[in-house]
């Protein structure tokens, strides 16, 4: 009983010294709301004008001139101080409907993710935020670091699993966060907030899986060989087929196939019995 004791009082020593270590870093914007932010909606202008300003055409962005730019970055702060002080959690009544709630956790959450890539320029992948003690990869910047939203702080795993994907259950948003890393889906600088969201969704989905870097058909090995964002997040995809009654036998398959363009599909419906890879994820920053 001493041995057991011992033992198990040692593993919550490690335990508590590994959480004090890695204990969330907060993250505050000291920024005063845009001069012409509305008083009855939120409005994401200013972070999409800096996103035309910023990202080509390939969705890859221009960090060191947004880094060397004051006003612009004045401006991404002044966009995260409306992040931070407004949410559909304490203020519902800016939200009507739930794409303009799913927006704004989608367009908080890349905004975030710019901001901290700017924190810590320059850098060459996300991965290089260190925790103190990295057990996952990602660790310093997905889950250490804790932005506001709203008043609450969370880190961008929280937002991401915890809210975007518990709350709105549609497994095309991800092809729309973005991770800051190549092979995340590309930044698209605008994102409606109304009844045209859907079909965004509908191109940005049928776009990420028309890449051949995140789809690719081989013949000659009869290999299918998909994006790890597959991989990840497999049971949002299964999901989502279940609830528009779609048939889930060839599991991912069957998923890409269903939001594919028609020339991709028809080539899926010819490559029945191939079997199913995953890409390495590249990791290295979506810089020009």
């Known amino acids: ?78 966009y995260l101080a409306a992040v931070s002080t407004f949410s559909p959690d304490n203020s519902p009544e800016r939200f009507p409907t739930s794409n303009d709630e799913l927006v704004y956790w989608i367009q908080g959450y890349n905004a975030y993710v710019i901001r901290s890539v700017l924190d810590h320029w320059p850098l060459d992948s996300v991965t290089d935020v260190k925790a103190p003690i990295e057990a996952v990869t990602g660790m310093g910047f997905f889950y250490r670091l804790r932005f506001q939203f709203g008043g609450e702080y969370y880190s961008l795993f929280e937002v991401e699993n915890g809210i975007i994907r518990k709350r709105h259950r549609d497994a095309r948003i991800h092809f729309v966060l973005n991770c800051g890393s190549d092979s995340c889906p590309v930044l698209r600088p605008q994102l409606p907030a109304g009844a045209e969201l859907e079909t965004l969704l509908a191109t940005a989905a049928a776009e990420f899986v028309a890449d051949p870097g995140n789809v690719a058909i081989d013949h000659s090995s009869k290999t299918i060989t998909l994006s790890r964002i597959f991989k990840w997040f497999r049971k949002d995809f299964i999901n989502d087929l279940r609830q528009r009654g779609r048939s889930t036998e060839r599991g991912l398959i069957d998923y890409v196939a269903s939001v594919a363009p028609e020339e991709l599909r028809q080539e899926l419906d010819r490559s029945h019995d191939y079997e199913v890879r995953f890409f390495e994820y590249d990791w290295d920053l979506n810089d020009q």
Not at 31 to 40: E, G, H, I, M
Not at 55 to 73: C, E, F, K, P
């Open 1 to 78: 009983m001493k041995i057991l004791l011992a033992v198990a009082l040692s593993i919550a020593i490690v335990v508590a010294g590994f959480l004090w270590v890695n204990r969330p870093q907060f993250i505050s914007v000291s920024a005063s709301l845009p001069a012409d932010f509305p008083d009855d909606f939120f409005s994401h202008g200013l972070f999409e004008q800096l996103l035309l300003r910023f990202v080509d055409a390939d969705g890859r962005v221009d960090y060191q001139g947004w880094y060397d730019s004051t006003d612009a970055r004045a401006d991404l702060d002044s």
